[in-house]
């Protein structure tokens, strides 16, 4: 599981299977003039709340958790575990909802005048109520929302690439360095221009031919990272993905063609990235 490839929603949807977790151990039920010293049962004393509200919105959030940090998206059924996942949190804020309007499941409408005294909602179930509205309203939008696509955790910003066949600038202790002896092809070091025979002229050094330099249009690998999962194309065209880039992982792009960048993965596969709106560059 990739942790990196977690948006800002998904970060939502975990502090609010947290809150719902919490709000399970508090009370389920509020009534006026019971002394403090009395024991009232919680969420876990109750077993439609427990696996309508309580276990129904933990799976859920685990469930999109989960499918967003996996490399591929796995279906069950011909449905995304991302989908399950939202379903459950859908479920879980209306039987929430309903335990709200009926906390003591219908046994206060037995009878005349039954209604007096009745236990309110406690303060595990308001809380219950709050947290799975977050997490289903967060697991819906993060999809449609660009702001919690966004990365959760970013990643640390890479050094500089180096330009393909670059050599490190010459110093102290470096081939090449000031002053260092050249060597030749026989092996002998040849003197440089400090080991030059005491009252000799200086031979001129003939001009090194300058490289020419590069239209400013050429292109420079860079590193760079998505703000989405985005799929990678065969260099040839083929429809299928071969990889997906994840959110939070510097990629290299090694070519430029048109609109689309040729990007390396990790791994070494190459492939072409079609939608290259919104990149960050290392």
Same mark, same amino acid.
């Given at each position: ?5 977690l ?8 502090? #609010? ?12 039920? *509020? ?8 024991d009232?049962?919680?969420l876990?004393?109750?077993g ?19 499918? $967003?940090?996996?490399?591929?998206p $796995? ?5 995304d575990l ?9 479920f879980?804020?209306?039987? #929430?909802?309903g335990?709200i ?32 509205l977050?997490m ?14 966004? #990365? ?8 500089a690439?180096?330009?393909?066949? #670059?050599?490190?600038q ?13 060597? *030749?092809?026989?092996g ?23 490289a020419?330099?590069?239209?400013a ?12 999962? $985005? ?8 429809p299928?993905?071969?990889?997906e880039?994840?959110?939070g992982?510097?990629y290299l ?9 040729v ?20």
């Amino acid at each position: 599981m990739n942790i990196r490839s977690l948006t800002r929603g998904d970060g939502v949807v975990i502090g #609010a299977a947290v809150l719902l977790f919490i709000a399970s151990f508090l009370g389920l039920y *509020s009534i006026d003039g019971v002394p403090d010293d009395y024991d009232l049962p919680s969420l876990w004393g109750s077993g439609p709340v427990v696996l309508s509200v309580v276990l129904a919105g933990l799976i859920g959030a685990a469930l999109v958790v989960v499918s $967003r940090g996996l490399p591929q998206p $796995r279906k069950i059924a011909g449905l995304d575990l991302g989908q399950f996942g939202i379903a459950f949190t859908v479920f879980a804020a209306w039987s #929430a909802l309903g335990n709200i309007f009926d906390v003591t499941g219908g046994i206060d409408n037995i009878g005349p005048g039954s209604n007096d005294g009745a236990p309110d909602a406690g303060t595990g179930l308001i809380l219950a109520l709050i947290a799975t509205l977050i997490m289903a309203a967060a697991a819906i939008a993060t999809p449609l929302v660009p702001a919690l696509k966004a #990365a959760l955790v970013g990643a640390p910003r890479p050094a500089a690439p180096q330009p393909y066949g #670059a050599q490190p600038q010459g110093g102290y202790g470096y081939p090449g360095g000031p002053g260092a002896p050249q060597p *030749s092809f026989g092996g002998q070091p040849q003197p440089g221009p400090q080991q030059q025979p005491y009252g000799a002229q200086p031979q001129q050094q003939p001009q090194q031919a300058q490289a020419p330099q590069q239209p400013a249009g050429d292109f420079s690998p860079f590193w760079f990272a998505v703000p989405v999962p $985005r799929p990678l194309f065969a260099e040839d065209g083929s429809p299928t993905p071969i990889a997906e880039l994840a959110p939070g992982t510097w990629y290299l792009a090694v070519e430029q063609r048109g609109a689309t960048l040729v990007a390396q993965t990790q791994d070494g596969r190459r492939g072409v990235l079609q939608d290259t709106s919104g990149i960050q560059r290392g």
